[in-house]
């Protein structure tokens, strides 16, 4: 895909890009907080939040790859 086209979805290079480093981030946050936390409970849940969240940035990669 050249810059400027649009994916499948209708979005640009630039928008998925973004969307991907912004996924990226969220996991990094999410993993970071449940090390910091005393609760197991809680880090599961945090664990797990980032875990789907990882699920979709490997869905939109795969996605990607097959658009082009």
Known sequence: MIDGELTEGG???QY???RR???KEAITFLH????EMNDPRATDILN???DALGGR????RRDDVSSD
């Open 21 to 23: 480093r912004g996924l």
């Open 57 to 60: 940035l490997a869905s939109s």
């Open 16 to 18: 998925e890009d973004g």
């Open 11 to 13: 979005r640009s290079r």
């Open 32 to 35: 970071a907080r449940a090390i």
């Open 48 to 50: 797990s939040a980032a």
